[in-house]
Structure formats: C-alpha cells, structure tokens
Antibody, heavy 118, light 107 residues
Framework: QVQLVQSGAEVKQPGASVKVSCKTS????????VAWVRQAPGKGLEWMGW????????NYAQRVQGRVTMTTDTSTSTAYMELRTLTSDDTAVYYC???????????WGQGTLVTVSS | DIQMTQSPSSVSASVGDRVTITCRAS??????LAWYQQKPGKAPKLLIY???SLQGGVPSRFSGSGSGTDFTLTISSLQPEDFATYFC?????????FGGGTKVEIK
C-alpha cells in the first residue's frame, strides 16, 4: 500500500535551518508529485508547495518563497523539504502528501513536529 | 489568493444526526474542491474530491455538493468515528488554500 514516512521531530533555534525527509513506498515515485503542508499548533492547514517526482519542477507558496527548497531523490523515492532562517512562526507539524489528480492529496505522511525556540 | 471560508467553525451533534458543513470560495473555483477529515494528532484524510466524488474506502454517508463558490459536505448519519475536524481545500489555482476547519463535537 502507499506509504509516506517522515523523519523525526526537530528542535531548532531561531535563524537555523531544518530539513525534513519523506520516504515513500507502494507506488511509482516518478508518476506523482509530493506536496508539503504545515499546521501550526491548534491552527489550520497551510500549503507550502509541491515538487514533481517526474522532473523535479517546483511551485512554492509566496509566504515561504526564498526560504524553502524542495528536492527529491528518485533512487530512494524520498522527498525533502528544507526551510531556512526559522522563526517562532515556523513552529508547526509539517506533512508531506502525495499529489494526485488535480492537486488532491490522497496519502499523507505521519507529520514531523518542528519547534523553533531559543 | 483564493480565500476559503468554512462555517460553522464548530458544531455539536449526536450520533445519528445529519450534519452539513459549508465552504465558500472568494472567487469561482468550478468543482475544484476537496474535503478532508482530521482527527487529533493524525494527518488529514481525503474524503471527497472534485466537489462530489467519494474517495475510495470512504463510507457513503459522506457526500459533497456544489460548484462555483459554494460547497457543502454532508454526513447523513453521524457515527462515533466521525467526530473530527473537517477542512475544505481549493485546487483551482496556486497557491492551494484550505478553509479554517469545522470541528464536529459530541453533543
């Protein structure tokens, strides 16, 4: 079955960077994209962007543009999301999700809590 | 950006009740709308896509309708496992955006 397994929780200081991984299995990685969605504590869902598993093309949300880089390693069917210059506003659970059809998200990772605190 | 507004923000209901949640887009999005269910500490789960198409494995008590700017998610007979938060998401244009969520609570 389709699975997305994310890396573990991170605690970072303000100004630092974090890189979250999302290892996929159960489907052909290059046939789908991977999106990243975050959720601040007690808040709603925020789409950060997505990357094509086929050619690595990306589309980032304006709010994180310039601070985020999404990459893939097709040899291991893994997607990565790096966020730089962290502030307390970046404290959230970060999810990866398989992009299916017209930008629907049909399978999700378990989430990675990133805490930004001095 | 397209703003998605859900109402109500929370609803109290009993097992067996019919529950309707609405989602309004700030501009027309045709039928490019999805609904997700999220339980505490868990990732969202896709329920409905393209406004009214039921995702595989989702019980038929869930249904979606609407097009343009106004959409609804209906749970025809609420079950204990349906108590959760529900989000709508527009897929018409980037950036993709979500509604603020509707929490369905036990009455």
């Amino acid at each position: 079955q389709v699975q997305l397994v994310q890396s573990g929780a991170e605690v970072k200081q303000p100004g630092a960077s974090v890189k979250v991984s999302c290892k996929t299995s159960g489907y052909t990685f290059t046939s789908y994209g991977v999106a990243w969605v975050r959720q601040a504590p007690g808040k709603g869902l925020e789409w950060m962007g997505w990357i094509s598993g086929y050619n690595g093309n990306t589309n980032y949300a304006q709010r994180v543009q310039g601070r985020v880089t999404m990459t893939t390693d097709t040899s291991t069917s893994t997607a990565y999301m790096e966020l730089r210059t962290l502030t307390s506003d970046d404290t959230a659970v970060y999810y990866c999700a398989r992009r299916w059809g017209n930008n629907w998200f049909d399978s999700w990772g378990q989430g990675t809590l990133v805490t930004v605190s001095s | 950006d397209i703003q998605m507004t859900q109402s109500p923000s929370s609803v109290s209901a009993s097992v067996g009740d019919r529950v309707t949640i609405t989602c309004r887009a700030s501009q027309g999005i045709s039928s490019w709308l999805a609904w997700y269910q999220q339980k505490p500490g868990k990732a969202p789960k896709l329920l409905i896509y393209a406004a009214s198409s039921l995702q595989g494995g989702v019980p038929s008590r869930f249904s979606g309708s609407g097009s343009g700017t106004d959409f609804t998610l209906t749970i025809s007979s609420l079950q204990p496992e349906d108590f959760a938060t529900y989000f709508c998401q527009q897929a018409n244009s980037f950036p993709l955006t979500f509604g603020g969520g509707t929490k369905v609570e036990i009455k």
